[in-house]
């Protein structure tokens, strides 16, 4: 199927490639099927049904060193996931300005890659923000979470 | 204790509202599976103790606002967007 993109232009892609969120993302329910283009060290979540709904995602575990979550039971339950295996976890980022990046640590997107399913999961009794900078002049080994 | 309903639209789906007054102890129950009871009230402030299955999320309202809104921020719109991360990541990876 034909994808158009904004800025990246028209692509084909592979139906079975498309990783459907089924309750959307918050602020953006109306959107459901996605792709992932990967970048060196990121990825940027482009719509299916939008070319201008995109995000740039990544690992949150490579660049936040302590970062640790813990999925809650009824996300779980939705996402059908039963252990860590075919898990993907990913963090929205937001460029704030030409050289600061913001990391949502607080609401990862947490992917069943088997079921290609995912959800935004909150969660709510951390200590995360939606926005952790990101420490561009560290290794990305460098960078953990600041300490509460 | 009447009650208001609302129409409107999350989505594409329909949605109502409606508005209740309830003393101390008493609850409402949404569905069959989730009870809502008026623990306390204070100055200003309720007291709620919320029944559900472990499998509906239950989220503070402003929390969830805080996340609608960082969404809507980190959506990507322009190429200068695009490029500030792309250079960032370029940056630390040449490093």
Avoid at chain 1, 23 to 29: K, S, V
Avoid at chain 1, 122 to 145: C, F, K, M, T, W
Wanted: net charge negative; with cysteine; hydrophobic share 45%.
């Amino acid at each position: 199927m034909l994808i158009e993109t904004l800025y990246f232009g028209p692509m084909e892609v592979e139906p079975e490639k498309l990783i459907l969120f089924p309750w959307g993302l918050p602020g953006f329910e109306e959107y459901k099927r996605f792709i992932l283009l990967e970048e060196e060290g990121f990825l940027w979540l482009q719509s299916a049904d939008s070319s201008e709904v995109v995000f740039a995602l990544c690992d949150p575990f490579l660049y936040f060193r302590n970062y640790e979550i813990d999925i809650p039971t009824a996300d779980c339950g939705s996402l059908a996931i039963i252990d860590h295996e075919n898990v993907i976890v990913l963090s929205m980022m937001n460029v704030l300005s030409p050289t600061e990046i913001g990391v949502n640590l607080l609401a990862p997107l947490v992917i069943n890659c088997q079921l290609r399913m995912g959800k935004q999961v909150i969660l709510e009794n951390s200590a995360y923000r939606v926005r952790h900078i990101l420490q561009l002049d560290n290794h990305p080994e460098d960078a953990g979470v600041p300490a509460f | 204790m009447g009650h208001i309903l609302l129409g409107g639209r999350v989505g594409t789906r329909k949605i109502r509202m409606l508005v209740i007054s309830r003393k101390t102890d008493q609850a409402i129950r949404i569905g069959d599976t989730i009870q809502i009871q008026v623990v306390g009230i204070g100055k200003g402030k309720v007291r709620l103790g919320i029944v559900a299955p472990s499998d509906i999320p239950v989220y503070r309202e402003e929390l969830y606002q805080d996340l609608v809104a960082g969404n809507k921020t980190s959506l990507v719109t322009s190429p200068e967007m695009i490029e500030s991360v792309k250079k960032a990541f370029t940056a630390r990876l040449s490093r």
